[in-house]
């Protein structure tokens, strides 16, 4: 009976070493940590995998990765520097969009900085900012 508590012990204490090491590779950039974790749930039977249930990184890398580029979207958004056809985030000189080529801007007739298309004049030289998307009436006036 002792026997199979023993092998039950040995087994449990690998499995929770192992466990350690996977969840490890899902929260540590570096395999320091990686090796370092697995190294104190060896060494030290389920009082190791104890003390890395505190010591580990609080979230998996993914949701960092994740949250990192939901904080990029959110500033975009901020901004306004979004493509409103495919919703790519675009930068605030882009002409048009590079992932879909919809149109953002419309380049100065005078300097060729670019317009956002709500802007009346061009802030670089004070030209008058013309609109021919813009005007669904001059349209109609062709035909
Ligand atoms: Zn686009
Ligand atoms: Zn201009």
Not at 93 to 122: G, I, K, N, Y
Request: include cysteine.
């Amino acid at each position: 009976m002792l026997v199979i508590i023993q092998v039950f012990a040995v087994a449990l204490w690998l499995a929770l070493a192992y466990w350690v090491y996977q969840d490890s590779r899902r929260r540590f950039e570096n395999s320091g940590g990686i090796v370092g974790s697995t190294l104190i749930a060896l060494v030290l039977p389920f009082l190791g995998a104890l003390i890395y249930l505190f010591i580990r990184p609080p979230e998996y890398l993914t949701d960092a990765h994740d949250r990192e580029l939901e904080t990029l979207a959110l500033e975009a958004q901020v901004e306004g520097l979004r493509c409103p056809e495919c919703e790519a985030v675009v930068g605030p000189r882009f002409l048009v969009c590079p992932m879909c080529t919809a149109p953002l801007r419309e380049p100065c007739r005078r300097c060729s900085e670019p317009l956002d298309p709500a802007w009346q004049v061009c802030p670089y030289c004070a030209a008058a900012a013309s609109h021919p998307t813009s005007h669904p009436s001059q349209e109609t006036c062709i035909s």
